[in-house]
C-alpha cells in the first residue's frame, strides 16, 4: 500500500494561467474524490469518480475546473484561467468500494496552489 | 443540508492534561455516518474513527475516545494524557448514508480546532 500520491506538492501561478493537478489512488480503489481546502477551514467537496464515470460534481465546481479519470485509474484536475481565489489546497482521496458501507478516505497530502 | 461545527477554534494544552474536542452537526438524514480526521503539519489527513449513526456506543481506543450523542448532535472527541505528538488539526465529519447503509465519501467537514500540545 503506497498510499495516495499528489503531484505537484506545490504549484505557483500567475493570474489567468492554466493549471493540472495529478493524483494517483491506492491502486484496488474504485472511488475517487477531489476537495478543496482554504486556510482555516475544512475540506470541501469538489467531485468524485467511480472507476472512469464522473458521477457528482459539487456547485464549488465551476466551468474553469475539469477533471478527468480516464482508465480508471489516476486523475486530473485542470483550473483554467486561475483566479487568485483558486488558491487553496487541493487534496485528493480514494477509498474502494464496498458491498455493504463506505468505511473511510484515504487521503493524500494535497497539491497547494497559489494564484499571483 | 448538512452542516458540522466545531466551536473551539484553537486548544492549547500543557503535555498529560486530557482534552475534549467538541463537535456539533445537523442533519436531515436518518442515517449518517460520523468522522474524526487528525491533519499533521504534513498536510495528509489521517482518519481516526467512523461512526454509524445508528450505533451510540462510546468508543476507546488507546488514549483517544469518542462520545457520540444523538439526542444533542454531538459527537466529542477526547485525548487522554495528551502529548507532544497530538499536536495536530483535528476535523469532524459527516457523511449521508444512502438507503441501505451505503455511502459514497462525500463528507462535510467542521472548520476543524487546531490543538497544540505543549512539552
Known amino acids: 500500500d503506497t498510499g495516495v500520491s499528489q503531484n505537484p506538492r506545490h504549484k505557483i501561478t500567475k493570474r489567468g494561467q492554466n493549471v493540472t493537478f495529478r493524483c494517483d489512488p491506492i491502486s484496488e480503489h474504485n472511488r475517487l474524490y477531489w476537495y478543496r481546502q482554504t486556510l482555516g477551514q475544512g475540506p470541501e467537496f469538489l467531485t468524485y469518480?467511480?472507476?472512469?464515470?464522473?458521477?457528482?460534481k459539487s456547485r464549488l465546481l465551476s466551468d474553469r475546473f475539469s477533471a478527468e479519470r480516464p482508465k480508471g485509474s489516476f486523475s486530473t484536475l485542470e483550473i483554467q484561467r486561475t483566479e487568485q481565489g483558486d488558491s487553496a489546497m487541493y487534496l485528493c482521496a480514494s477509498s474502494p468500494l464496498t458491498g455493504r458501507s463506505f468505511e473511510k478516505l484515504f487521503f493524500g497530502s494535497g497539491t497547494q496552489l497559489s494564484v499571483l | 443540508a448538512q452542516k458540522v461545527t466545531q466551536a473551539q477554534t484553537e486548544i492549547s494544552v500543557v503535555e498529560k492534561e486530557d482534552v475534549t474536542l467538541d463537535c456539533v452537526y445537523e442533519?436531515?438524514?436518518?442515517?449518517?455516518?460520523l468522522f474524526w480526521y487528525k491533519q499533521p503539519p504534513s498536510g495528509e489527513l489521517v482518519f481516526l474513527i467512523r461512526r454509524n449513526s445508528f450505533d451510540e456506543q462510546n468508543e476507546i481506543s488507546g488514549r483517544y475516545s469518542w462520545n457520540f450523542q444523538k439526542s444533542t448532535s454531538s459527537f466529542n472527541f477526547t485525548i487522554t494524557a495528551s502529548q507532544v505528538v497530538d499536536s495536530a488539526v483535528y476535523f469532524c465529519a459527516l457523511s449521508e448514508a444512502r438507503a441501505g447503509g451505503t455511502s459514497y465519501g462525500k463528507l462535510t467537514f467542521g472548520q476543524g480546532t487546531i490543538l497544540t500540545v505543549h512539552p
Open positions: 442533519t436531515r438524514d436518518t442515517t449518517y455516518y
Open positions: 469518480f467511480q472507476n472512469e464515470a464522473q458521477l457528482e
